[in-house]
């Protein structure tokens, strides 16, 4: 059974950080790209990062570049989500999500064959 799991979610003020966390598993993360989403309230969900199969190559959002990082811990088949520089603009549902092909570039919502049930993330001003 394949399962994605977040964590790490909260609120902070703005310029601070966080750290989510998405613990996956029932499938072979080196067959699959991960990537992280957001949906804020009344836009629709966005791709804000994704790791290549095997967690060589990240792609990030233009909104995002330079202030998130993700990465991929084999020995925890954990991806992670630092968050640096937040803004209020990224207060949103945060979503991990698996795609079943890598296609060298941020996957979109509908490439995604997997997702987990999402943490919220608040930035206050």
């Known amino acids: 059974q394949v399962q994605l799991v977040e964590s790490g979610g909260g609120s902070v003020q703005t310029g601070g950080s966080l750290r989510l966390s998405c613990a996956v598993s029932?499938?072979?993360?080196?067959?699959?790209?991960l990537g992280w989403f957001r949906r804020a309230p009344g836009k629709e969900r966005e791709g804000v990062a994704t790791?290549?199969?095997?967690?060589?190559?990240?792609y990030y959002a233009g909104s995002v570049q330079g202030r998130f990082t993700m990465s991929w811990d084999d020995a925890k088949n954990t991806t992670n989500l630092q968050m640096n520089s937040l803004q209020p603009e990224d207060t949103a549902m945060y979503y991990c999500?698996?795609?079943?092909?890598?296609?060298?570039?941020?996957?979109?919502?509908?490439?995604?064959?997997?997702w987990g049930q999402g943490t919220q993330v608040t930035v206050s001003s």
């Open positions: 790791i290549s199969p095997g967690g060589e190559v990240q």
């Open positions: 029932g499938f072979n993360f080196n067959k699959y790209a």
């Open positions: 999500a698996a795609g079943a092909a890598w296609v060298g570039r941020v996957l979109r919502r509908q490439e995604i064959a997997y």
